[in-house]
C-alpha cells in the first residue's frame, strides 16, 4: 500500500539544525512530490515547503526561506527536510504529505508526523 | 501569505449539518479552483476529504460535500456522525508552486 514512513522524534537546542526523512513506498517516487507542512503544539497547520522528486525542484512558505532546505533520494524512495538555525516557536510535529503540483494539487498521503522539540 | 480564515469551531447535534467556511483572497481561494480539505483526529495526521473545491476521494463518506464563491470556500457535514468530531483544514494553492491552509475549525457532536 501507499505509504509515508517519518524519521523518529528529535530534540535539538536552540541555533542547531534538524533533517527529518519521509521514506515512501508503494507507488512510483519520481511521480509526485513531497509537502512538508508542521503543527505547533495546540497550533494550526502551516505549510512549509515542497519538493519534486521528479526534478528536485522546491518551493517554500515565504517564512521559511533561507533557512529550509528540503532534497531527495530517488535511489531509495526517501525525502528530506533540514530545517536550520532552529528557535524554540520551531517545537513542531513536521508531516511529510504526498502531493504533485502541477498534476494535482492536494495531498492525499500523509505521514504519521516527526516531533521536533527546541527546549527554551 | 496569511492563513485562510475559518471560524473556531461549529457544532451540532447527531444528524443535522454543518457548514465550515474558509475565506481567503484573489490570490488564493478566489484565484483557483484547488481547495482541499483535511479532518484531523486528535494526534493523528490530517486526511484528505475534499479536493479540488468539491471532489470527494474513494472512501470519503457522501455526507462531506465542498463548495465555493467567490474568496470562500466551505465545508459541509450533512447527517452528523459522531466520528465526525474533529478538526477540519482547508488548504488552497496560492500560485507559484505554494499552498496556504486555514486556521482550522473544530468540529463538535453534542
Known amino acids: 500500500q501507499v505509504q509515508l514512513v517519518q524519521s523518529g522524534a528529535e530534540v535539538k537546542k536552540p541555533g542547531a539544525s534538524v533533517k527529518v526523512s519521509c521514506k515512501a513506498s508503494?507507488?512510483?517516487?519520481?511521480?509526485?512530490?513531497i509537502s512538508w507542512v508542521r503543527q505547533a503544539p495546540g497550533q494550526g497547520l502551516e505549510w512549509v515547503g515542497w519538493i519534486s522528486a521528479y526534478n528536485g525542484n522546491t518551493n517554500f512558505a515565504q517564512k521559511f526561506q533561507g533557512r529550509v532546505t528540503m532534497t531527495t533520494d530517488t535511489s531509495t524512495g526517501t525525502a528530506y527536510m533540514e530545517l536550520m538555525s532552529l528557535r524554540s516557536d520551531d517545537t513542531a510535529v513536521y508531516y511529510c504529505a504526498r502531493l504533485a503540483t502541477p498534476y494535482y494539487y492536494y495531498m492525499d498521503v500523509w505521514g504519521k508526523g516527526t516531533t521536533v522539540t527546541v527546549p527554551s | 501569505q496569511s492563513a485562510l480564515t475559518q471560524p473556531r469551531s461549529v457544532s451540532g447535534s447527531p444528524g443535522q449539518s454543518v457548514t465550515i467556511s474558509c475565506t481567503g483572497t484573489s490570490g488564493d481561494v478566489g484565484g483557483y479552483n484547488y481547495v482541499s480539505w483535511y479532518q484531523q483526529h486528535p494526534d493523528k495526521a490530517p486526511k484528505l476529504m475534499i479536493y479540488?473545491?468539491?471532489k470527494r476521494p474513494s472512501g470519503v463518506p457522501d455526507r462531506f460535500s465542498g463548495s465555493k464563491s467567490g474568496n470562500t470556500a466551505s465545508l459541509t457535514i450533512s447527517g452528523l456522525q459522531a466520528e465526525d468530531e474533529a478538526d477540519y483544514y482547508c488548504c488552497s494553492y496560492a500560485g507559484s508552486y505554494t499552498y496556504v491552509f486555514g486556521t482550522g475549525t473544530k468540529v463538535t457532536v453534542l
Open positions: 508503494g507507488y512510483t517516487f519520481t511521480s509526485y512530490g
Open positions: 479540488d473545491v468539491s
